[in-house]
């Protein structure tokens, strides 16, 4: 799937900010009580897995980061 000509910047970020704040709150309840001892490796994890989504998609990272 690549980056659409249709699609804006505003409306892949959008959507990016979607699943990302998704996936966190499905991870904060299935982790419970264990959230906080977890969360900041889960985030990273899941803006990793955003990255590479983006990427597959076409989208290319400023500066090679």
Same mark, same amino acid.
């Given at each position: ?8 910047? !505003?409306?892949? %970020? !959008?959507? !990016?900010? *979607? ?8 991870? %904060?309840?299935? *982790? &419970?009580?264990?959230? +906080?001892? =977890? ?6 994890? *899941? @803006?990793?897995?955003?990255?590479? %989504? *983006?990427?597959?998609? &076409?989208? @290319? +990272?400023? =500066? &090679?980061?």
């Amino acid at each position: 799937m690549n980056v659409s000509d249709r699609e804006t910047v !505003a409306q892949i %970020r !959008a959507q !990016a900010q *979607l699943w990302y704040d998704d996936k966190v709150n499905i991870y %904060r309840r299935i *982790l &419970g009580t264990f959230w +906080p001892e =977890h969360e900041e490796w889960v985030k990273a994890y *899941l @803006r990793q897995e955003l990255r590479e %989504r *983006l990427i597959a998609r &076409g989208w @290319r +990272p400023k =500066h &090679g980061r």
